[in-house]
């Protein structure tokens, strides 16, 4: 009897040894929670977006080697320079954005439309998981403070399981709006400098009596209404008569920007069209090569001496931010090229 109740001591003894045993290794172990390295920063601490568009600022986190993700961002204490509220970056603005990918095939206004929605955000605010900054189309200088006034102050609380950091002392300095690109417009009084602006490139226009240099080519952007959603390109000459844009014998009309409904008169070829435009910075066939802005290209064939053929162009790399009736009309100030052989 006092051997079994030995071995039955023993046993419940090495049971118990056992439990604390595992115990103790479980508060050894490592728990689940993440670091968050000191080397984390942020690459820019001044951001001056340009108002009345979209303004993505990427690349302006580094999360260090000592980081462990997913990292949470947000924005904390938005302020003006003076230290009182910013109600106007805080509060929630119905903003358009998009649901579906843009892709510059679609067919028609209404399916370019289907594929945006109204949400309501901050106008400025931080993206929950890469950090990047982001400006809303809807923001205006006529309530959010732009250049030359010092603008807004803000902090942000980057965070994950294991802890906590703080940046302080961020600045915000918009330039107030800019309708299109590229722009004639002061960035800082918004006032303009010139009439218009240069064309993007050109080659072989020639007058009667000499080549055409891009400084005789002004491109003139004129906004008729805000309700509209069209656009529409004109050629004047020197004495503003109207240029026939027929006279333009190779262009790629259909191609000549992502619009709809084409109607060319002899004074000017009008598109229903989306805005802003481009739609997104993406690259189509109606964009330059990176896609940050729309490319129309005129083109026009003729016949110089020897009967050698005479291929002439001008293109204009644009973007507009504004819904509208808009109008580009491209003066030429000197001569208006010849379009007849020779």
Known sequence: MNNKYSFTSFYMLFIGIAVMMTVSCKKDLPDDRLA??????????????????????????????????????????????????APE??????????????????????????????????????????????????????????????????????????????FRDFKLMPYRERAFEPSNLDPITGQAQSLGVMISEMSNLKGERSFISPYDIEAVFNKKNSTGNSLTFKFKDSLNNAIDPALFNTTKWKELVHGFNMKMTKEAVTYDVSYPIPSVEFPTIYTNPSGTRSRAVFRYERLGYGNSLIQAYMAMDFSIYERGDWEIIFKFKGERPKFTND
């Open 36 to 85: 968050l390295g000191s080397d984390a920063i942020f690459t820019a601490s001044l951001y001056s977006p340009v108002l009345g568009r979209n303004t993505l600022f990427t690349d302006n986190f580094n999360s260090g080697t000592g980081s462990g993700l997913p990292l949470d961002f947000k924005i904390i204490n938005m302020r003006r320079r003076d230290g009182s509220p």
């Open 89 to 166: 970056l805080t509060e929630n603005f119905p903003v358009t954005v998009w649901k579906k990918a843009y892709t510059g095939k679609e067919t028609s206004l209404e399916e370019i439309e289907s594929k945006r929605a109204v949400e309501n955000h901050p106008l400025f605010e931080i993206r929950q998981h890469s950090g990047q900054f982001l400006m809303w189309s809807n923001s205006n200088s006529s309530f959010v403070k732009a250049r030359p006034d010092s603008g807004y102050v803000f902090d942000v609380e980057v965070s994950n399981s294991g802890g906590r950091r703080y």
